[in-house]
């Protein structure tokens, strides 16, 4: 079945779609697991660009989001290199306020936080009252690669204790990670990397949505049925298990909690902070992202699991213009779930 042919789907996000055939069935890419790293670098160019130009066609239109500054800062990240740091933030309004680190989708492979999807984003949270920092990371492809694992996990690390160390200066009272996608991978990994960093203290919460982070693209898993029930709604296993070779082109890391956060044990999300896992009906990925969630509370670890019926991958956060009562609703969720965590005491 195509998702333009399944009844769960949100009719405004197919019409939408329709003009571009994204809701139609996808052809397989032209590489796989077995493709060179030259072939599999090449076809994450041509993805790049095929997915810049759709979220250009979801934004261009778009007015600007009133009362928002917004500036850029560069910092150096503890692998000696310099990272961007996009901050968005009320143009009035006095602090502290909750802090958001936000990492971008793309699978760790393409995209950047500069993308206008990310830079909607980033001013559509800031303007409720939050200071949001989009990392500029190193990608494992693409024009910001190619960089495999952990260069891009370390740059999110980064860019988390820098903030946490110019809190006062920043004017926030917490920080909050959070990211779609890939960008939810990166949000889950970067907390359990803050737990072995001894920097756990620096995150008052993480809001993961739709991440990406069993690596059971190629082989399945008969405890995800989401990654054949949903399979080629927008995102196929066969994408996603050929571009997962470029963050991680050995294998050496295919169970690496930090690469893959579903590998994680109990014991090693035990102490975490409160968690949220927003997870999208009609994603291939809803069924890592719930199990994620269950296995927090098995650690006994606060959280809470959003579901968003009639949506495909991440598109809560990209049909400003088709879903506004979708795409604001997650607004909400993350603003208050920061409120919450990060009110000054």
């Avoid at 990492?103 to 830079?119: D, F, K, Q, R, W």
């Avoid at 991978?185 to 069993?214: E, H, M, W």
């Avoid at 990654?227 to 050995?250: F, H, I, K, Q």
């Amino acid at each position: 079945m195509a998702l333009r042919d399944d009844p769960r789907a949100d009719p405004r996000m197919l019409a939408a779609m329709a003009p571009y055939g994204l809701a139609d069935p996808q052809p397989p890419p032209p590489v796989d697991m077995h493709s060179s790293r030259e072939a599999l670098l090449a076809f994450c160019d041509e993805a790049e660009t095929a997915y810049e130009a759709v979220n250009d066609v979801f934004t261009k239109d778009l007015p600007p989001v009133p009362g928002v500054s917004t500036e850029t800062r560069t910092i150096r990240g503890v692998d000696g290199n310099d990272i961007a740091l996009h901050v968005a933030r009320p143009a009035v309004g006095a602090g502290p306020m909750p802090g958001i680190l936000h990492l971008h989708g793309g699978g760790m492979v393409l995209m950047s936080a500069t993308g206008p999807v990310y830079e909607r984003w980033r001013t559509e949270l800031a303007a409720p009252g939050l200071v949001v920092a989009g990392v500029e990371f190193r990608n494992a492809g693409g024009r910001l690669g190619p960089h495999p694992f952990p260069a891009g996990l370390n740059d999110c690390a980064s860019g988390l204790y820098w903030m946490a160390d110019h809190a006062a200066e920043l004017g926030i009272s917490g920080i909050v990670v959070s990211g779609e996608s890939g960008g939810g991978n990166l949000t889950l990994a970067t907390v359990l990397k803050a737990k072995r960093d001894g920097r756990l203290a620096d995150i008052a919460g993480a809001y993961a949505q739709c991440p990406f982070i069993s690596n059971a693209y190629a082989t399945g898993d008969p405890d995800l049925p989401s990654l054949v029930e949903n399979d080629g709604y927008g995102l196929s296993c066969a994408l996603m298990a050929s571009l997962s070779r470029l963050y991680d082109p050995t294998g050496d890391h295919a169970r690496d909690p930090l690469a893959w956060p579903l590998h994680a044990t109990v014991d090693e999300l035990a102490g975490l902070p409160p968690h949220v896992v927003a997870v999208n009906e009609l994603d291939p990925l809803r069924d890592e992202g719930l199990a994620y969630f269950r296995k927090l509370l098995r650690a006994g670890v606060s959280a809470a699991s959003r579901t968003i019926n009639g949506t495909s991958h991440a598109q809560d956060m990209v049909m400003r213009a088709a879903m506004p009562e979708v795409y604001l609703g997650t607004v909400r969720d993350i603003k208050a779930f920061a409120d919450r965590l990060c009110s000054p005491r």
